[in-house]
């Protein structure tokens, strides 16, 4: 694989420590994993017996029913019962991953042991036989399950200690957005920009343009509109930090859009099903999906514009029917806070038992982000647990981390730990944990993405292998997540290669000013905006630092129609205010609005029809502006 190019005033210092653990999991993973193997262990055994030992028929189906799904129609000669247990239990299993439904596969395989005794006790010949091959091959497939698991964690530490070599002699990263006068929308930029207002500006309950696939996984448009906001707030932060307008409107819109039945109602039978719960409140338990990914909306929009609305009570009404559950900006905080506290891992559940290391560090952003605004000091806490849980009981014998794991049982699915996952979280993750994002780029740029050849080649696996957003068969599903860790952690060459890497296999179509990758889904087109958006670090800037005293007190453009008037810049020094301006639908003159003016100050134009402008006693005041093309516009405070 190749090294990856970053600039040299990145490079601030030589090696990542990484240590190699003597075993294959931390403690609180060893523990449920214990209590799981005794469990089954313990069911086993008396199945087992009971089998041997009792001289009815339904008995004896019943109990190697329990031992193994469609063990039963295998004594009861049902070879095409047998087939129709084992799909059906395998589909529960997708059920029980997709949407937390632990119900479905405790049902599959308690119906199947039934009816196989009913089938015995209703005179149906049997197999003898089975007795002894059942429980034999669930002892095999349980001894060869021991043995696998050893040899792939000997397998880890090997690969653990090549990359603990290889890591101590790596640059250090310290990527930090560029001077921010620079930054400036270019006109793809904006085309770009415009594909996500088109779909935020719409009237609330519409989803013109979002996938509607299903509302469980990773299609879901909570992630449409999660992701498509902190494009915008990015894109707000580090180009026009001094503009609100309908760039915060289109913000406000999609965090609203996240508390419309349509988007959340998925939780009410997640609960039901999966915590056997009639309690359907949307933040109490579990479900960091939702509260983790919106209190990092609250957090980014509040942190961009000063804009407090959604800590106001009742400002965000989740309700389904009659029931209501208003929440605000600090009790979904609140209750990330709460969940942490009371999950074994700290980590804690996405669906009923699935904890995802991803979609916990938008909710560790959260909490940091409410501490910086609201004083709140949650991550004073929870961090260290956090983060102590985090590298314990997450991070893989071979110094990646654990994409999913079982909260009841202990278990992984390691296919999902991917390219995609690495570098998804590695953006996430850099505001809380820097080293550890840093050195998870790291290992995934080394080894996971090849770029000596003529376009760069991410090596897939898993789910790489799909456009997560809407399920379809890609190579090109992964590009967008690895395009984003590589703007954050200062990557430009290779943000350089896999854009054109997109514009040549995705084919962009541009509709109305808007740009858009018709290949891709919505999420990942609203993911590679994001990593268009994002200069080195931007993420970690966003999330702990924000736009600074100045740009929230001084002069904002705010008063501005869509999509006659595209923002390309705008800033502020604390006194002055600096637009660059484009026409987004044929040249005209213009009228835009700025407050945040000294009540009756007086001020120099340049760029518009007027040179010279009073505010009113409200800090405000408008302009004409003749818009042709790129057009520069300052007010600076008058002698």
């Known amino acids: 694989m190749s090294a990856p190019t970053i600039e040299s005033e990145q490079s601030t210092d030589i ?7 003597d075993r294959p999991n931390g403690p609180a993973v060893r523990r449920l994993l214990r209590r799981s193997g005794a ?3 313990a069911v086993g055994t008396v199945a087992t017996l009971t089998a041997w030992r009792s001289k009815r028929p339904r008995v004896r189906a019943i109990a190697l029913g329990l031992l193994a799904p469609g063990g039963g129609q295998l004594y009861t000669r049902s070879p095409l019962r047998f087939v129709a247990t084992v799909a059906g239990f395998f589909a529960s299993l997708v059920a029980w991953f997709g949407s937390g439904n632990i119900i479905a596969p405790v049902l599959v395989w308690l119906t199947a042991a039934t009816n196989a005794g009913s089938h015995a006790a209703g005179g149906r010949r049997t197999w003898n036989g089975a007795r002894r091959v059942i429980p034999t091959a669930v002892a095999g497939a349980a001894a060869a399950g021991i043995v696998a698991r050893r040899r792939a964690f000997h397998a880890a530490q090997a690969r653990g200690r090549t990359r603990a070599e290889y890591l101590t002699t790596a640059p250090r990263l310290d990527p930090q957005p560029k001077d921010a006068a620079s930054e400036e929308l270019s006109p793809t930029d904006l085309a770009v920009l415009r594909s996500l207002l088109d779909r935020a500006l719409q009237p609330l309950e519409n989803f013109d343009g979002f996938d509607r ?6 299609s879901a448009m909570r992630y449409q509109c999660n992701f498509m906001q902190y494009a915008l707030a990015t894109a707000q932060l580090h180009a026009t930090p001094s503009f609100h307008g309908y760039l915060s409107a289109a913000q406000r819109n999609l965090i609203d859009k996240l508390t419309l039945p349509a988007v959340w109602r998925y939780w009410a039978f997640e609960q039901t099903w999966g915590n056997l719960s009639l309690d359907w409140d949307p933040m109490k338990r579990d479900n960091i999906m939702l509260s983790g990914y919106l209190g990092m909306m609250l957090g980014a929009y509040e942190s961009n514009t000063g804009d407090d609305r959604y800590r106001r009570s009742g400002a965000l009404p989740f309700r389904l029917g009659k029931r209501d559950w208003p929440y605000t900006h600090d009790m979904v905080s609140a209750a990330v806070h709460d969940n942490m506290q009371r999950s074994g891992m700290t980590l804690f559940p996405c669906e009923p038992n699935w904890i995802y290391s991803a979609c916990n560090m938008p909710a560790i952003s959260s909490l940091m982000m409410s501490d910086r605004l609201h004083g709140t000091r949650y991550i004073e806490s929870v961090g260290e647990d956090f983060r102590r849980r985090l590298h314990g ?15 009841r049982l202990g278990v992984t699915i390691p296919m999902l730990t991917s390219t995609m996952a690495d570098c ?3 953006s996430m993750l850099h505001a809380f944990d820097p080293e550890l994002a840093q050195r998870c780029w790291t290992i995934a740029r080394r080894e996971f993405i090849d770029t000596t050849g003529p376009e760069p080649v991410i090596v897939l696996r898993g789910w790489d292998a799909i456009d997560t957003g809407n399920y379809r068969k890609t190579t090109l599903g992964a590009v967008a997540p690895v395009m984003w860790a590589a703007a954050e952690m200062g990557d430009t060459d290779l943000v350089a290669q896999l854009t054109t890497t997109l514009e040549r296999h995705a084919q962009p179509t541009e509709t109305g000013g808007a740009r858009w990758y018709a290949e891709l889904s919505t999420n990942m087109n609203a993911m590679a905006a994001l990593a268009r958006f994002n200069p080195p670090g931007g ?9 600074g005293t100045q740009i929230l007190t001084g002069p904002v453009l705010d008063d501005v129609v869509y999509p006659e008037v595209l923002v390309a810049s705008a800033r502020t020094d604390g006194a002055d205010l600096r637009l660059v301006l484009r026409p987004g639908a044929g040249a005209a003159r213009v009228s835009i609005g700025v407050r945040h003016l000294h009540p009756g100050g007086r001020y120099r134009v340049n760029g518009a029809v007027d040179s010279e402008v009073t505010a009113d006693n409200q800090g405000r005041s408008h302009l004409e502006v003749d818009l042709i093309d790129r057009t520069e516009v300052s007010l600076t405070p008058a002698p």
């Open 539 to 547: 993420q970690r800037a966003l999330i702990s630092a924000g736009p």
């Open 39 to 41: 469990l089954l262990g």
């Open 213 to 218: 696939i299903d509302q469980f996984q990773t």
């Open 393 to 407: 009981e997450f991070i893989t014998p071979d110094g990646r981390i654990t994409a999913i794991r079982s909260s």
């Open 424 to 426: 998804g979280l590695a």
């Open 15 to 21: 090696g990542y420590v990484f240590e190699v653990p």
